[in-house]
């Protein structure tokens, strides 16, 4: 069956810290991965895209990883601030499905001063 | 950059009564706009894919005469619970995309709405 799978627990680190999130996929072949953040009770938020024949893309202080060999995507955010703490979800939109989105579970991120 | 208007924020209905939520593309056009469900400290599920002018597409599971969506217009689509029950209390969003991933933007979801049936 097909999965996308974040890691279920907060992930809490210091502020300057880097956080790195995960985000494992199963029997998809996805033309895009996106990265989203979502605060409480507000809708997602679109960060960066990557496509599958990109290694590596970087905004700012993000940088997201894909590869499609080991099906997974990390995403880091470097000096990390309080105001990153919320959930991250990745998301996958096949080639030909319509552009629709498949959302992982999504990570907790909280930074603490 | 784009926007998108959705309303209400909340809304608190009998059971038994039909709610209905818009969503607006403030400054493009959506020909395609969709429609998702998020419960609790669970992530965001798919209902529906929403065409204008033509009728949605439902993912595998959703009732199509429980939630009824229009999209007559390019800047707007509508989704109505019908029949609400306490069981369709949720967060729901809807999202619509400037040009396809092609363009970088991804997709722009609106704020959501949270309902609640009692």
């Known amino acids: 069956s097909q999965k996308i799978e974040q890691n279920s627990e907060a992930l809490n680190i210091q502020e300057g810290k880097t956080a790195t999130l995960t985000c494992n996929y199963t029997?998809?072949?996805?033309?895009?991965l996106q990265w989203y953040r979502q605060d409480p009770g507000r809708g997602p938020v679109f960060l960066l895209l990557?496509?599958?024949?990109?290694k590596e893309k970087r905004k700012e202080r993000l940088k997201v990883t894909f590869d499609t060999t080991l099906k997974q995507s990390l995403f880091h955010i470097t000096a990390s601030q309080p105001a990153d703490s919320a959930t991250y979800l990745c998301a996958l939109e096949v080639t030909g499905g319509g552009n629709k989105l498949t959302f992982g579970t999504g990570t907790q991120l909280k930074v603490e001063l | 950059g784009a926007v998108v208007s959705q309303h209400p924020s909340w809304v608190i209905c009998k059971s038994g009564t039909s709610v209905k939520i818009e969503c607006r593309s403030l400054?493009?056009?959506?020909?395609?706009m969709f429609w998702y469900r998020q419960f609790p400290k669970q992530s965001l599920m798919l209902m529906a894919t929403?065409?204008?002018?033509?009728?949605?597409?439902?993912e595998q599971g959703v009732e199509k005469d429980k939630f009824l969506i229009n999209h007559a217009s390019l800047t707007l689509s509508t989704l109505t619970v019908t029949s609400a029950h306490p069981e369709d209390s949720s967060f729901y969003i809807c999202s619509a995309s400037v040009g396809g991933s092609q363009a970088e933007y991804g997709y722009t979801f609106g704020s959501g709405t949270r309902l609640t049936v009692v």
């Open positions: 929403s065409n204008e002018g033509s009728k949605a597409t439902y």
């Open positions: 029997n998809y072949s996805p033309a895009y």
């Open positions: 990557i496509r599958e024949n990109e």
């Open positions: 400054d493009f056009q959506a020909t395609t």
